[in-house]
């Protein structure tokens, strides 16, 4: 399953189900209607961390790793 995440994963680290515009939104950097992705990635993140914590996949935590890179350097100063 981590194999299959890291294969959908975006080069910038990006893993969600939706468009990263709807981060935007949330965040007031673009107009549209949605309700918190925040939650949602955060239950992402936190589901690949425990992954690693409790099996030691390498991959569980290249992807989080990855996907916490994306969140600092997409959302940290904006």
Avoid: C, I
Wanted: net charge negative; glycine share 8%; charged share 15%.
């Amino acid at each position: 399953m981590m194999s299959q995440l890291q294969n959908f994963q975006g080069s910038n680290g990006y893993l969600f189900a939706s468009p990263e515009v709807h981060f935007d939104v949330v965040e007031g950097r673009a107009a549209g209607n949605v309700w918190v992705p925040w939650y949602t990635m955060h239950k992402v993140l936190a589901g690949v961390v425990d992954v690693y914590e409790f099996t030691r996949n390498a991959t569980a935590l290249e992807v989080a790793s990855s996907l916490g890179d994306w969140v600092y350097h997409s959302h940290r100063s904006r």
